[in-house]
């Protein structure tokens, strides 16, 4: 019964412990730079959920890995406009494809589905009403936003 | 005797086949999941967009939601109230992007999409990365009103 215990709570705080962890996007939304105006802006972001939490694939744009997926986090790229291509590769690599203009900003929510082995994470464009909603509620992932 | 039910051995036979019935039924929606999975890649043919020239682009918007539904399996709604630009043509008819909404079509990958409508049906998709067409086998009446010029 005490191992039952220990393997419960060692469950637990795995999972807890996949979900992200930062300031949520209001503590540091006045700290995110302004958009240049010959680049786009590119907010990656994950609902926070259990349902495979511990799944938590990099994310590539156009062949450079730019994050991870965590449930409840969120982070933001700038590129030069044009094509991009994100790529999240679980057991299976599936890619999302967009345009990217300047001055633009777009929003791809990464969601968990059945596999056959494990979950797999892929990416879709979501509208900025709809994104901006869900980001509220999840914390910044990124590289430290200077004050 | 009079015989009133199956002989045990055919029961048995029955039995087993409700039971496996009654089995695939439970994991179908499982195994559906898994396909979803195994999608195939979206057909779609190159084209080339010829841009309005010169802009100031037509601007209208939907006044009744639309499903749409792709070869693929995946369907999309088309909301009222979304509002497109009109920003080129190919040979198979107009290219309207969306100013207020995403769009993407999904196979084996998800693609950002915008409608091609001719006559004000959608016959298709035109994708802006891979710069190609992919076609709809059923064409969609799309309600749509024009609101202008873009300023």
Redo the contacts between chains.
């Keep these: 019964m005490k191992m039952l215990r220990l393997w419960f709570l060692a469950g637990l705080v795995a999972l807890l412990s996949a979900c992200a962890s930062g300031p949520k996007m209001m503590e540091v939304k006045s700290s995110i730079p302004p958009l240049k105006s010959n680049e786009g802006r590119i907010y990656f972001y994950r609902v926070a959920s259990m349902v495979g939490a511990a799944i938590q694939p990099s994310i590539s744009l156009n062949g450079t890995v730019v994050g991870e997926s965590k449930p409840g986090g969120f982070f933001f790229v700038d590129r030069a406009p044009g094509?991009?291509?994100v790529v999240t590769a679980t057991e299976?690599e599936?890619?999302?494809?967009?345009?990217l203009a300047a001055s633009e900003t777009?929003y791809v929510r990464t969601t968990t589905?059945?596999?056959?082995v494990v979950g797999?994470v892929?990416?879709?464009?979501?509208?900025r009403a709809e994104a901006e909603k869900e980001l509220e509620e999840t914390s910044y992932t990124g590289v430290p936003l200077g004050k | 005797m009079i015989q009133t039910s199956y002989p045990e051995n055919r029961r048995n036979t029955l039995g087993g086949t409700m039971t496996t019935l009654k089995f695939l039924r439970k994991i179908f929606p499982v195994v559906a999941l898994l396909l979803a999975g195994c999608a195939s890649e979206v057909t779609r043919q190159s084209t080339t967009l010829s841009p309005v020239a010169p802009s100031p682009a037509r601007q209208y918007l939907v006044q009744q939601s639309v499903l749409v539904r792709f070869d693929s399996g995946y369907d999309r709604t088309i909301q009222a109230g979304t509002t497109f630009l009109e920003i080129g043509a190919l040979k198979q008819g107009k290219v309207l992007k969306p100013t207020n909404a995403v769009f993407t079509i999904e196979g084996a990958h998800v693609h950002e999409a915008y409608p091609v409508v001719n006559e004000n049906r959608i016959v298709g998709f035109y994708l802006p990365v891979e710069q190609a067409f992919a076609q709809l086998s059923n064409p969609v009446t799309l309600s749509i009103e024009e609101k202008g010029i873009q300023k």
């Excluded at chain 1, 599936?94 to 345009?99: A, C, M, N, V």
């Excluded at chain 1, 589905?113 to 056959?116: C, E, H, L, N, Y």
């Excluded at chain 1, 892929?122 to 509208?127: N, R, Y």
């Design positions: 094509s991009i291509e299976v599936r890619k999302l494809t967009f345009t777009r589905s059945f596999g056959v797999r892929q990416a879709g464009l979501v509208d």
